[in-house]
């Protein structure tokens, strides 16, 4: 696998910014911050909590900053917000969150549509927000979304995907999180992206990002470990999909994720029973079962054991 064993992965949870995105339901802040808890219980190190976006675009966002104020703290644990520009920089800035991300996607037609601005229109921006986040003393991560396929271009060439991350790394972000934003990714595609990617990227400077709408996730996933890739995104309960890629659906679940590498004797560091309670818990103020197979098959495991999801 990539040279030495896996024997441990970072698990990075999007669920509470990406998983809660693009949900009719608008949970409180109370409600977020009962999630974080429940998360850290569950021994979640990395959380992304929020997005300083503008209300308008994401109103599943609005409450940003109060949130970021009362998220519970634990040890060791790192909360991070994407930032689309300055103007959410400065929001961010006013509050304790640990470290920052930013995006921007492979694809043109993705980018117009998800930032409003070209490819290179967009290099400026993020660069004046990487800059001044780390002279704020903030760690900032990177997003390329569309990677593996966009919905209006189709494949994209991985050469614009190296072009892409090149310039984030230049601009100083620490790790870039590469998404199959619309979930078209297979084994054979991530393995040749990857082997493009490898040779111009550290493995330890790359993680993985994948949404399930075709099934592929958990696989793609492992061929990511394969090649020596050690990070890898997640959302409790497979919650997830982007407001601009229509016909995405939700993200890999950390259940299935926790389950499969721990099964793989790969360790994690999460228990995958505190944080399918977690799951049942968002589940119950959703109003609906979440799609993560492993989740649905603890609740009914416990419910015929008598346990009751709770």
């Not at 669920?15 to 809660?20: K, P, V, Y």
């Not at 790394?169 to 590469?178: A, P, Q, R, T």
């Not at 958990?218 to 061929?223: C, F, G, H, S």
């Not at 995104?233 to 939700?250: E, I, K, N």
Request: aromatic share 6%; glycine share 10%.
């Amino acid at each position: 696998m990539g040279g030495d064993p896996v024997t441990r992965v970072t698990i990075v949870e999007v669920g509470l910014r990406d998983g809660l995105q693009n949900e009719s339901v608008m949970l409180s802040v109370d409600v977020k911050c009962r999630i974080a808890e429940g998360l850290i219980r569950a021994g979640v190190k990395e959380i992304e909590a929020t997005s300083f976006v503008h209300p308008r675009w994401i109103p599943q966002m609005a409450d940003a900053a109060e949130l970021a104020s009362r998220l519970p703290r634990g040890r060791d644990v790192r909360y991070r917000a994407l930032i689309p520009n300055v103007k959410g920089l400065e929001r961010a800035l006013t509050t304790p969150i640990d470290e920052y991300a930013v995006f921007l996607s492979a694809s043109e037609t993705h980018n117009r549509k998800n930032i409003n601005k070209s490819i290179d229109e967009t290099y400026p921006v993020l660069a004046e927000v990487v800059e001044r986040a780390q002279a704020a003393g903030k760690r900032v991560r990177g997003y390329v979304s569309t990677v593996f396929g966009c919905p209006y271009e189709g494949d994209v060439p991985v050469s614009q995907v190296v072009r892409v991350c090149e310039r984030l790394l230049e601009m100083g972000v620490y790790e870039i999180s590469l998404g199959d934003t619309i979930g078209v990714a297979t084994p054979k595609k991530v393995k040749e992206t990857l082997e493009v990617l490898l040779r111009h990227i550290p493995a330890e400077r790359l993680a993985g990002h994948y949404h399930d709408t075709r099934g592929t996730a958990l696989i793609n996933a492992y061929v990511s470990l394969e090649m020596g890739i050690r990070t890898l995104d997640s959302a409790f309960g497979g919650l997830g999909g982007c407001p601009y890629a229509p016909g995405a659906s939700g993200n890999v679940a950390t259940e299935d994720l926790v389950y499969f590498l721990e099964q793989e004797g790969i360790e994690t560091g999460i228990d995958l029973e505190a944080l399918c309670r977690v799951s049942i818990d968002v589940q119950k103020e959703m109003g609906r079962p979440l799609s993560s197979k492993v989740l649905q098959s603890v609740i009914a495991e416990w419910s015929s054991a008598g346990k009751g999801e709770a």
